[in-house]
């Protein structure tokens, strides 16, 4: 049993802190969704709940929905602005906005064989592609998973359609450490009817440049002695 003085049972830790993501990763669901989404019973998520509401990372809303709190964004927003990776990012990403009039993602290694969008540059065209900044997709079967794969060949990019959502398009680079590791993955995602096959290769182009121009501002060496 945990005390107030005493260590936090590790379960108790890994229980709550599994809901908490749940919360954060699906906003406005209620208790038993919860629950069955963490394999919890609704009485002992019921009472991690209570905790972390009490604890300001949760908040109840008046239909008995869980969204995330003000400690929880003071933590996210604290620590993605420390990690050079995620500020040096969203320059490129805006520019890729402004270029192409697509939404633009920065994509990183998420939980379980997945990418995590960890930023987002949103187009402003009121058709367009917008939601998945904070979310999560496969690794396998996607353009930024593929590009966090490392596995662009020579092109240098990756293109998928219709893979996740239909009607949509993705186009994707490798960004690097430099060690020549693979880092995070540049996307470009919009609209299918606005990204034609005659578009795709000076899109994919225009994102390779950007993957690679941020590569380098994160210390990957030169090639070309610049």
Not at 108 to 118: D, H, N, S
Not at 179 to 194: K, L
């Amino acid at each position: 049993m945990s005390t107030d003085n005493g260590p936090v049972p590790t379960r108790t830790v890994e229980r709550a802190l599994t809901l908490l993501v749940e919360v954060a990763t699906n906003d406005g669901l209620g208790l038993v969704d919860l629950a069955r989404r963490v394999n919890l019973s609704p009485a002992t998520a019921s009472r991690l709940l209570r905790t972390l509401e009490a604890t300001e990372f949760v908040r109840r809303d008046d239909d008995g929905a869980y969204h995330g709190a003000s400690r929880l964004i003071q933590v996210a927003v604290t620590s993605m602005s420390s990690v050079p990776l995620y500020r040096l990012a969203e320059p490129h990403l805006a520019a890729l906005r402004d270029e192409l009039g697509e939404s633009a993602y920065l994509g990183v290694a998420g939980p379980q064989e997945t990418v995590l969008y960890a930023r987002l540059a949103e187009s402003d065209k009121s058709i367009r592609h917008s939601g998945w900044l904070g979310k999560t997709v496969p690794l396998r079967g996607t353009a930024i998973g593929t590009a966090l794969s490392d596995r662009c060949g020579d092109q240098g990019y990756v293109v998928a359609s219709h893979t996740l959502e239909d009607g949509v398009t993705a186009i994707a680079a490798t960004v690097r450490w430099p060690d020549g590791s693979v880092a995070a993955a540049v996307s470009v995602v919009g609209p299918t009817f606005r990204i034609s096959d005659a578009q795709v290769h000076t899109i994919g182009k225009l994102v390779a440049s950007r993957a690679h121009a941020l590569s380098l501002e994160l210390g990957m060496p030169d090639p070309a002695g610049h």
